[in-house]
């Protein structure tokens, strides 16, 4: 687990990096750019990497022969209430909001990752 000061530096890092991409994009003058919340991209982080982990899940589990595409929803669940409990016992904080973000962001993985995999290539489970 990242201590609290690196992970508020690499936090501060990609706020800045995304930060200066949309003001260069934007074509802002100095001083007239678009300022993020940190929070925004705290959250932001905490939805994409639960998306990521959802697809995988739902990767691994949507199968022609078997109807195991749920436990993807119960595990991308868990997962993310075990990460935030750790982070209570660490010292690190933790915050109930959270585990519905991380929750939704795996609701989304595994839901886009269905999608594509039932539509795409035509993988489709016995029953829903």
Sequence with gaps: MIPIPQSEQESV??????????NTLSHASEGEGVELPLALIRKTAHFVEYFVIGAEWMALFLDKNNRKWWYALLIGFFTGFIDETIQLFSGRGSLIGDVYLD?????????ITFWILTRCFNKKPKSL
């Excluded at 890092?13 to 949309?22: D, H, M, Q």
């Design 103 to 111: 929750s939704f962001g795996a609701f989304c993985g595994i839901m």
């Design 13 to 22: 890092t990609i706020k800045e990096l995304v930060e200066e991409v949309i």
